[in-house]
């Protein structure tokens, strides 16, 4: 099959239920290189199930997906970190007897692990960088996650949450670091509840709801978009 | 160039650790009772298997079987140098392939199917049952269940590596020890990412570990550092059973001594160099009053320390250090 080369994921006709719950139903989209696609959705739309599809965490029962114009459906978690697509948890990860250094050392796939200074400084941790990472604050926790993805030089970054309970000019904070990453040519896929980020952010956005993709397209406009409004707001 | 190499390899001891061995390496000057030399060697010796233990620990998977590993290499190289005439310096290599070979068995089978927590535990238990009984059956090589002890005709034989003094036993267990110490220290960011397979797999996915290749490369660490231990235990007191090398009580020695030193290598070598003059002083006064009183003051011993320190002797120093 020739994909375009432009496109730098394909997703196609995923499925995925749990049980009798479907969580995804066939949902397909593509993302081009170099894009910020902002996925929204009321809660238990398939929003994290589908970035636990996208790195890998879990299979889809039917479907696929394509990275690069490779069918990486059947591709292990740590392997899909190894060519460029990792992912950030919505609930941080610490590690409590590591401190920030040892944790993002670790992460770095480098051998050496040498820790980019911009990148705790990007993130507001370098003066934290010697405490252990049971001790941060959630927002510093929070700001862990990303630095932790953004050590293993990822092409695309998938983002769940990362904004949630940040104050306004933390939210600009994140949005401006994001957008510098795309810049250096970073795709990034990420969930988010804050309207505001997601107008600010993404170029394209997809609305789950029930599983299904009922809207996608500009943030602007999709968010005016009734059917979006009613799978937030109710009938 | 040359120098820097070395001083890069003494800049992965830590300063206690590297000032104990020292004083060990010049300690046979003070020409000591041999009866000091022979406790400090089992000492030695257990703090390596604690150490080689801890590696697999590191990621989590508690072995209840190490014993396996220092029955192979013990057997093993039983093997190759009786019926054989092979030097000890090959045998322990054949010895460690061989237990190597039964790691990555029980690894592939475990872990692969991802069996974890208490069920790897039992798995272990169940392999070295198998090598205990395995060993039992075949009298002929093994010596069954009475043991077979090594008799090697040359006294003093570099070749088999076996001497009347104890001192080169002692030094060959400093060698093992340095050796899992600076294997340990040296691969701190592997032990680095087994500590995080421990404490959360799904975040050790995410950076990219692969998290079955790692628990499988702990594993084979600690059992080629345990199979060496045992093939040093077998030109060291000549003789070895299946009971002894292959049993429960064994696996359950070098679990103690490792629990009890906590998570840092020096911790396990107090642990040892604590456990093993006790048990064996105390076996000494009391296994002749009553049988079972040692083990029974041992225990309490034991009781005692961990009240004392309950994160083991490494989590002690680390709360008196800050």
Same mark, same amino acid.
């Given at each position: 099959?020739?994909?375009?080369?432009?496109?730098?994921?394909?997703?196609?006709?995923?499925?995925?239920?749990?049980?009798?719950?479907?969580?995804?139903?066939?949902?397909?989209?593509?993302?081009?290189?170099?894009?910020?696609?902002?996925?929204?959705?009321?809660?238990?739309?398939?929003?994290?199930?589908?970035?636990?599809?996208?790195?890998?965490?879990l299979?889809?029962?039917?479907?696929?997906?394509?990275?690069k114009?490779?069918?990486?459906?059947?591709?292990?978690?740590?392997?899909?970190?190894?060519?460029?697509?990792v992912?950030?948890?919505?609930?941080?990860?610490?590690?409590?007897?590591?401190?920030?250094?040892? /944790? +993002?050392? $670790?992460?770095? &796939?480098? =051998?050496?692990? *040498?820790?980019?200074?911009?990148?705790?400084?990007? @993130?507001? !941790?370098?003066?934290?960088? /010697? +405490?252990? $990472?049971?001790? &941060?604050? =959630?927002?510093? *926790?929070?700001?862990?996650?990303?630095?932790?993805? @953004?050590? !293993?030089?990822?092409?695309?970054? +998938?983002?769940?949450?990362?904004?949630?309970?940040?104050?306004?000019?933390?939210?600009?904070?994140?949005?401006n @670091?994001?957008?510098?990453?795309?810049?250096?040519?970073?795709?990034?896929?990420?969930?988010?509840?804050?309207?505001?980020?997601?107008?600010?952010?993404?170029d394209?956005?997809?609305?789950?709801?029930q599983?299904?993709?009922?809207?996608e397209?500009?943030?602007?406009?999709?968010?005016?978009?009734?059917?979006?409004?009613?799978?937030?707001?109710?009938? | 160039?040359?120098?820097?190499?070395?001083?890069?390899?003494?800049?992965?001891?830590?300063?206690?650790?590297?000032?104990?061995?020292?004083?060990?390496?010049?300690l046979?000057?003070?020409?000591?009772?041999?009866?000091?030399?022979?406790i400090?060697?089992?000492?030695?010796?257990f703090?390596?298997?604690?150490?080689?233990?801890?590696?697999l620990?590191?990621?989590?998977?508690?072995?209840?079987?190490?014993?396996?590993?220092?029955?192979?290499?013990?057997?093993?190289?039983?093997?190759?140098?009786?019926?054989?005439?092979?030097?000890?310096?090959?045998?322990?290599f054949?010895?460690?392939?061989?237990?190597?070979?039964?790691?990555?068995?029980?690894?592939?089978?475990?872990?692969?199917?991802?069996?974890?927590?208490?069920?790897?535990?039992?798995?272990?238990?169940a392999?070295?049952?198998f090598?205990?009984?395995?060993?039992?059956?075949?009298?002929?090589?093994?010596?069954?269940?009475?043991?077979v002890?090594?008799?090697?005709?040359?006294?003093?034989?570099?070749?088999?590596?076996?001497?009347?003094?104890?001192?080169?036993?002692?030094?060959?267990?400093?060698?093992?020890?340095?050796?899992?110490?600076?294997?340990?220290?040296?691969?701190?960011?592997?032990?680095k990412?087994?500590?995080?397979?421990?404490?959360?797999?799904?975040?050790?996915?995410?950076i990219?570990?692969?998290?079955?290749?790692?628990?499988?490369?702990?594993?084979?660490?600690?059992?080629?550092?345990?199979?060496?231990?045992?093939?040093?235990?077998?030109?060291?007191?000549?003789?070895?059973?299946?009971?002894?090398?292959f049993?429960?009580?064994?696996?359950?020695?070098?679990?103690?001594?490792?629990?009890?030193g906590?998570?840092?290598?020096?911790?396990?070598?107090?642990?040892?160099?604590?456990?093993?003059?006790?048990?064996?002083?105390?076996?000494?006064?009391?296994?002749?009053?009553?049988?079972?009183?040692?083990?029974?003051?041992?225990?309490?011993?034991?009781?005692?320390?961990?009240?004392?320190?309950?994160?083991?002797?490494?989590?002690?120093?680390?709360?008196?250090?800050s």
């Open positions: 099959m020739i994909l375009c080369p432009e496109k730098l994921l394909v997703v196609k006709n995923i499925h995925k239920r749990f049980g009798g719950v479907v969580a995804l139903e066939d949902v397909s989209f593509d993302v081009e290189k170099g894009e910020i696609l902002g996925v929204i959705g009321p809660n238990g739309a398939g929003k994290t199930t589908l970035l636990n599809i996208l790195s890998g965490f299979k889809p029962d039917s479907g696929q997906i394509f990275y114009g490779r069918n990486i459906t059947n591709l292990a978690p740590h392997k899909r970190v190894k060519i460029g697509i992912r950030t948890f919505q609930i941080p990860r610490p590690i409590p007897d590591f401190t920030v250094l040892d /944790y +993002l050392v $670790t992460s770095s &796939l480098s =051998v050496a692990g *040498k820790i980019s200074e911009k990148i705790l400084n990007d @993130l507001g !941790l370098s003066n934290v960088s /010697y +405490l252990k $990472t049971g001790e &941060l604050t =959630v927002i510093e *926790k929070k700001r862990l996650e990303l630095a932790r993805a @953004l050590t !293993l030089n990822p092409e695309l970054l +998938l983002v769940d949450e990362v904004m949630a309970g940040s104050r306004p000019h933390e939210i600009e904070h994140f949005v @670091l994001l957008k510098s990453q795309r810049e250096k040519g970073v795709t990034i896929i990420f969930i988010e509840h804050i309207m505001q980020a997601v107008s600010l952010l993404a394209r956005v997809i609305v789950l709801d599983g299904r993709k009922i809207a397209g500009i943030p602007h406009r999709v968010l005016s978009d009734i059917s979006v409004i009613k799978a937030y707001l109710g009938e | 160039m040359r120098k820097q190499g070395f001083s890069s390899i003494i800049n992965l001891f830590k300063r206690p650790v590297l000032i104990f061995m020292v004083m060990l390496c010049f046979p000057v003070l020409n000591l009772n041999p009866y000091v030399y022979h400090v060697t089992l000492a030695l010796l703090a390596s298997l604690a150490v080689s233990w801890g590696i620990a590191s990621a989590g998977q508690i072995s209840a079987g190490h014993s396996t590993f220092f029955g192979l290499g013990a057997y093993f190289s039983y093997f190759a140098m009786q019926y054989y005439n092979i030097s000890f310096f090959v045998a322990v054949l010895a460690l392939i061989v237990a190597d070979l039964a790691a990555f068995s029980i690894g592939y089978l475990t872990f692969r199917y991802g069996v974890g927590g208490i069920y790897f535990v039992l798995c272990t238990i392999f070295s049952a090598f205990s009984e395995l060993f039992i059956t075949f009298r002929e090589f093994t010596g069954g269940s009475l043991g002890s090594l008799a090697i005709v040359e006294r003093d034989s570099f070749y088999y590596f076996t001497f009347t003094s104890k001192i080169p036993y002692y030094y060959a267990a400093i060698t093992l020890f340095i050796l899992c110490y600076l294997t340990v220290s040296g691969l701190r960011v592997f032990m990412r087994l500590s995080v397979i421990r404490a959360d797999e799904d975040l050790a996915y995410a990219g570990i692969d998290v079955f290749k790692y628990k499988l490369l702990a594993l084979l660490l600690s059992a080629t550092f345990t199979s060496l231990a045992g093939s040093v235990y077998l030109v060291f007191i000549r003789f070895i059973d299946p009971e002894g090398v049993g429960l009580w064994f696996s359950v020695e070098i679990m103690t001594v490792a629990l009890l906590g998570s840092t290598p020096f911790g396990q070598l107090l642990s040892a160099f604590i456990l093993i003059p006790i048990g064996e002083v105390l076996r000494a006064i009391f296994s002749g009053v009553s049988a079972g009183l040692n083990l029974l003051i041992y225990g309490l011993i034991l009781a005692l320390i961990i009240a004392k320190a309950p994160e083991g002797l490494s989590g002690l120093l680390k709360r008196r250090g």
